[in-house]
């Protein structure tokens, strides 16, 4: 039999063939690996190239003016570099690199909103956002005597973009709104409510998280002041992440954490800070994990996110026909514009009970909250099932997965 080819430098051939894990089995089944949203895998070419960072250039950065020295800082800022141009940054300066997503939002919660939040201001978010675009915007809003609002959505998992625009009242410091929804795969109109809150003066953060891996991003397209996104989800190590942001405001940000990298000057009288974005790295980051999101992000330009996106739109349309035929089955968000994310529950059936039968049958999805709590509420459930596709999976794995699905439900149901 002959072996799939993986992409070339081109990003022509069998992506597929480019993830050493996706070719193990669990219990015994061919893995299927439908828990894309939650991480992603890794091409080869990342494993190699943190593998290769840690054989070869290990060592500090900035720190040393050494050979190896001198090599990591150029592979980690190369790292920066690469993060500026996949989401069109105007210069390298406006990435902060992260741990991720999460760390991220807490950076622009509490170094450029908390000191200007008075008591009676307002954040505004929605009610499909991720927790960790919630939870940072309630402590600091509970330091300051601020509130957070959150913006409704349809039944069918869309933004209800009137209420938004109607919540941006003058009170509103700043706006926090998810590309895509983890949970219901919804993409929102992030370009025309950055307009909206921009004609307000009101600062808009768009959580990229899920779109990152799916869409390509301009952020200046868009219009949003402040962009954060994971690495771990855009096939790149965990760990890894960065906060886009417009340079006037990441020049105007007093620093969040303090420690080594992040000075200009360093005296008991007063301290003084290196300029945006090294201001916002103290300490010793995750070297190798950004080399291995430079590698990630190199082989998601070559295989295209164009092409990323019609495979996964296939393969979407497949998963959600196939699933809509499964009797007493619902599908949580049917947004006419949604990612590969599948929400769904099936009558009498617990979202646990199936994730583990699943799991026997080689199938990885997830099952809980998905960090979602205030969407759980709003559709009356404490948990669903998730099914998230990446271009790497296939249609033989939707038919594996449905039919499964099907067998579990009578054996349950
Ligand atoms: N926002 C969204 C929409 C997410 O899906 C996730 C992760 O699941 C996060 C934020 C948090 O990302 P991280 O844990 O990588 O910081």
Not at 9 to 29: M, T, W, Y
Not at 202 to 221: C, E, K, T
Not at 274 to 283: L, N, Q, T, V, Y
Request: with cysteine; hydrophobic share 45%; aromatic share 8%.
């Amino acid at each position: 039999m002959n072996e799939p080819a993986a992409t070339d430098h081109n990003g022509a051939g069998d992506p597929r063939a480019d993830f050493p894990l996706l070719a193990r089995e669990v219990h015994g089944k061919p893995l299927i690996y439908f828990d894309n949203a939650n991480t992603a895998q890794k091409p080869r070419v990342v494993i190699e190239a943190v593998d290769r960072f840690y054989r070869h250039s290990n060592a500090n950065v900035s720190r040393a003016v050494h050979t190896l020295g001198e090599e990591a800082t150029s592979l980690y800022e190369g790292a920066r570099d690469a993060l500026a141009r996949f989401v069109n940054a105007g210069s390298r300066e406006e990435i902060v690199l992260t741990s991720g997503t999460t760390q991220a939002i807490n950076l622009v919660a509490y170094s450029h909103l908390l000191p200007q939040l008075r008591p009676g201001d307002a954040i505004v978010t929605t009610c499909m956002e991720h927790h960790a675009n919630i939870v940072p915007w309630q402590l600091v809003a509970a330091r300051a005597g601020a509130i957070v609002k959150a913006a409704p959505i349809h039944a069918d998992g869309t933004l209800d973009v009137d209420a938004f625009v109607a919540l941006l009242t003058p009170e509103v410091r700043l706006a926090a709104v998810t590309h895509v929804s983890n949970v219901l795969g919804t993409i929102n109109p992030v370009a025309q409510l950055a307009r909206e809150a921009r004609r307000r003066g009101i600062v808009l953060l768009v959580d990229g998280s899920q779109a990152a891996p799916h869409l390509p991003i301009d952020v200046r397209a868009i219009g949003c002041d402040f962009y954060a996104w994971t690495g771990h989800k855009l096939f790149g190590p965990t760990g890894t992440g960065a906060l886009w942001a417009r340079h006037e405001l990441l020049q105007a940000m007093p620093p969040f954490f303090g420690g080594g990298e992040m000075i200009r000057e360093v005296r008991f009288e007063g301290t003084t800070f290196a300029d945006p974005p090294h201001r916002f790295e103290a300490g010793t980051p995750n070297i190798a994990g950004f080399v291995g999101l430079a590698a990630a992000i190199d082989y998601v330009q070559r295989v295209g996110l164009p092409r990323i996106g019609a495979i996964e739109r296939d393969l979407l349309a497949h998963a959600t026909e196939a699933l809509q035929a499964v009797p007493g089955l619902r599908i949580f968000g049917t947004a006419p514009d949604k990612a590969a994310v599948i929400s769904f529950l099936i009558d009498g059936v617990h979202a646990h009970d199936l994730a583990t039968l699943l799991d026997h049958e080689g199938i990885a999805v997830r099952s809980g909250h998905h960090c979602a709590h205030p969407l759980m509420r709003f559709f009356g459930v404490p948990a669903t099932l998730r099914a998230s596709l990446a271009f790497y999976n296939t249609h033989e794995e939707i038919e594996r997965f449905v039919s499964a699905i099907a067998r579990v439900r009578r054996l349950l149901g």
